[in-house]
């Protein structure tokens, strides 16, 4: 069975620091994929970033960056300069390969608050 | 292009009775995936329909259950409200096949008192 660990339950940080959000993961398939949502208080998963298991090449989107680690099975946000926009529930998750990516297994989530 | 909808956003329910959920995928999305949020459980996977099918099935009891329309939209319905089934439950579209996130609407928000 897949499972995701999100170890941080809540992270608090003043506006401006970077912060990252920890990510490990059991499976027993080969070919998987690995997904970041953020759920702002309105309650909509929002998407950030989608990366299959053949592919560990890190990834930086403007303030954003993962480091995926096949090796420990870890797949790490950080937000670099953390903006109090960036205040959310991130959850990262898990799909298997047979499914198409359409049966996420979800760890418990990450409670980002970013003070000014 | 429009976004995931659900209708309706806020729904109070009591114990025993039943009630439909609804989610209209973005346009050219065959799957739909249904997930529930709670405090206690975090978000999990109920089930998921493609080509009006079921194409995956979650861990639930048989209370829960849903379909797929020819146009894609798809409803859930639970059946013998229990207080535990207060929750926000969640859509998901996808196209269907490759590689391609899913896009999650707004939820709805039931409350079964």
């Known amino acids: 069975a897949q499972k995701v660990t999100q170890a941080q339950t809540e992270i608090s940080v003043v506006e401006k620091e970077d912060v990252t959000l920890d990510c490990v993961y059991e499976?027993?398939?080969?070919?998987?994929?690995l997904f970041w949502y953020k759920q702002p208080p309105s309650g909509e998963l929002v998407f950030l970033i989608r990366?299959?298991?053949?592919?560990?090449q890190n990834e930086i989107s403007g303030r954003y960056s993962w480091n995926f680690q096949k090796s420990t099975s870890s797949f790490n946000f950080t937000i670099t300069a953390s903006q109090v926009v960036d205040s959310a529930v991130y959850f990262c998750?898990?799909?298997?390969?047979?499914?198409?990516?359409?049966?996420?297994?979800f760890g418990e989530g990450t409670q980002l608050t970013v003070n000014p | 292009k429009a976004g995931v909808t659900q209708t309706p956003r806020y729904l109070i329910k009591t114990r025993g009775q039943q009630v439909t959920l609804s989610c209209s995928p973005i346009?050219?999305?065959?799957?739909v995936s249904w997930y529930q949020q709670t405090p206690g459980q975090g978000l999990q996977f109920l089930f998921e329909?493609?080509?009006?099918?079921?194409?995956n099935k979650g861990n639930f009891p048989g209370r829960f259950s849903g379909r797929q329309f020819s146009n894609s939209r798809s409803e859930m319905n639970v059946s013998t409200l229990e207080l535990g089934d207060s929750a926000l439950y969640l859509c998901a579209s996808f196209p269907g096949r490759g590689e391609n996130e899913q896009f999650f609407g707004p939820g709805t928000r039931l409350t079964v008192l």
């Open positions: 990366r299959n298991s053949f592919d560990e």
């Open positions: 346009s050219g999305h065959r799957s």
């Open positions: 499976t027993r398939d080969t070919t998987y994929y």
């Open positions: 329909y493609f080509s009006e099918t079921q194409r």
């Open positions: 998750a898990l799909s298997e390969h047979g499914t198409s990516g359409s049966r996420l297994t």
